[in-house]
């Protein structure tokens, strides 16, 4: 476990200074076997690759950002019928996992794309519940936040899918 903390900082530090993946794994195999650093490192880009992509990354990121504030204010609004302790759990959990999704997707981490698909795709049933009602109400606020959030959920979809290909053209089935 020692050796994998160590690997993820090297290859952290390495990444940060633009050092090529391939130069990256040569001084790997000098100091570990390549079972132990093999996945570790599929799970970072190349550097140029991943300066490249900064721009749909961020974008990326700030989409997840809108969401998960869209989500907390219906924690908060939900939360109120449960008091406040309720409301404080229930934030605290609702930001958890936004969160260190974030982190992740500032580190160029592999899985972080894949759990925002995931996530997202899951979170598909409850966005479309209550369409009809939001529709039939005329209410062109709710309507506009409807399709806000929809353009949301279709980007929180297609950009990390994006980036998966184009940060990882080789493994991506792999991956999946």
């Given at each position: 476990?020692?050796?994998k903390k160590e690997i993820v900082g090297f290859i952290k530090e390495q990444i940060k200074q633009n050092t090529p993946k391939s130069q990256i794994?040569?001084?790997?195999?000098?100091?570990?076997?390549?079972?132990?650093?093999?996945?570790?490192?599929?799970?970072?880009?190349?550097?140029?690759?991943?300066?490249?992509?900064?721009?749909?990354?961020?974008?990326?990121?700030?989409?997840?950002?809108?969401?998960?504030?869209?989500?907390?204010?219906?924690?908060?609004?939900?939360?109120?019928?449960?008091?406040?302790?309720?409301?404080?759990?229930?934030?605290?959990?609702?930001?958890?996992?936004?969160?260190?999704?974030?982190?992740?997707?500032?580190?160029?981490?592999?899985?972080?794309?894949?759990?925002?698909?995931?996530?997202?795709?899951?979170?598909?049933?409850?966005?479309?519940?209550?369409?009809?009602?939001?529709?039939?109400?005329?209410?062109?606020?709710?309507?506009?936040?409807?399709?806000?959030?929809?353009?949301?959920?279709?980007?929180?979809?297609?950009?990390?899918?994006?980036?998966?290909?184009?940060?990882?053209?080789?493994?991506?089935?792999?991956?999946?």
């Amino acid at each position: 476990m020692s050796n994998k903390k160590e690997i993820v900082g090297f290859i952290k530090e390495q990444i940060k200074q633009n050092t090529p993946k391939s130069q990256i794994e040569n001084e790997l195999s000098s100091k570990y076997e390549r079972k132990e650093y093999e996945k570790i490192l599929k799970d970072f880009p190349e550097p140029s690759l991943k300066e490249k992509y900064k721009l749909l990354n961020n974008t990326l990121i700030a989409c997840v950002s809108i969401m998960t504030l869209f989500k907390l204010l219906t924690i908060v609004e939900i939360g109120s019928e449960f008091g406040v302790i309720a409301v404080l759990i229930f934030l605290v959990i609702g930001l958890l996992i936004p969160i260190y999704l974030v982190i992740y997707l500032l580190q160029y981490r592999r899985g972080a794309y894949i759990i925002t698909i995931a996530l997202t795709v899951l979170s598909l049933r409850n966005f479309f519940d209550g369409v009809d009602e939001i529709f039939t109400s005329g209410n062109w606020l709710y309507i506009g936040i409807f399709f806000f959030g929809l353009i949301l959920v279709i980007l929180l979809i297609l950009i990390p899918a994006i980036l998966l290909k184009k940060l990882w053209p080789k493994q991506l089935v792999k991956s999946l």
